[in-house]
């Protein structure tokens, strides 16, 4: 059984930099193939594709926020983490982790996902 | 790069079909097999109920199916239940400058 735990600070100050933690369980992310990703949706408004990271390391990320994050993984651990530096409020959303499907070749959606945490950006 | 376009609303009756659009670009929807489509809840994570256009995982109902024509993906949601009340989001691989996902805003389905 997969699931996914997202875990981090519920509020954080513009400029400060936001870590958000996924844990998982159920998969490996050092089997080919797997992936974790981050998605965000703003309260009331649309999902969007934040970053994947894939079982051999490679990382994708929106080109709109390339700039401000980081996804890493920890193998040992089962944890996939995501940095986004300069939190502005308009960055408050819930973030949610993800696992990649894992299929014939390539896949680009998530069939599993954790429940979300919402995180305020707020002085 | 913009999200794909999804009308803000749909609604129907119970027993009735209904059909969701995501209208994207040749560089996304139009370009690529791997438009999928998520089922939200208020307050729940999405779930996955279509994936590369039109394939169900397994224990999605068969009332649920995916289409698509040139650069629009359809959702099409057949005998309608009350259960299926929720908002609807079509994402799609993209190559457009990078290679990442986008969403489209989201549709609301009612059933009245």
């Known amino acids: 059984q997969i699931t996914l735990k997202e875990s981090g600070p519920t509020l954080v100050k513009p400029t400060q930099t936001l870590t958000l933690t996924c844990t998982f369980s159920?998969?490996?992310?050092?089997?080919?193939?797997?992936?974790v990703g981050w998605i965000r949706q703003p309260p009331g408004k649309a999902l969007e594709w934040l970053a994947l990271i894939y079982w051999d390391d490679d990382k994708r990320y929106s080109p709109s926020l390339k700039s401000r994050l980081t996804i890493t993984k920890d193998t040992s651990k089962n944890q996939v983490v995501l940095r986004m530096t300069n939190m502005d409020p308009v960055d408050t959303a819930t973030y949610y982790c993800a696992h990649r499907r894992v299929g014939i070749g390539s896949s680009w959606d998530f069939d599993y996902w954790g429940q979300g945490t919402l995180v305020t950006v707020s002085s | 790069q913009s999200a794909l376009t999804q009308p803000a609303s749909v609604s129907g009756s119970p027993g009735q079909s209904i059909t969701i659009s995501c209208t994207g670009t040749s560089s996304d929807v139009g370009g690529y097999n791997y438009v999928s489509w998520y089922q939200q809840y208020p307050g729940k994570a999405p779930k996955l109920m279509i994936y590369e256009v039109s394939n169900r995982p397994s224990g999605v109902s068969n009332r649920f199916s995916g289409s698509k024509s040139g650069n629009t993906a359809s959702l099409t949601i057949s005998g309608l239940q009350a259960e299926d009340e929720a908002d609807y989001y079509c994402?799609?691989?993209?190559?457009?400058?990078?290679?990442?996902?986008?969403f489209g805003g989201g549709t609301k389905l009612t059933v009245l």
């Open positions: 994402s799609s691989y993209t190559s457009s400058g990078s290679l990442y996902v986008l």
């Open positions: 159920g998969f490996s992310i050092s089997i080919s193939g797997v992936g």
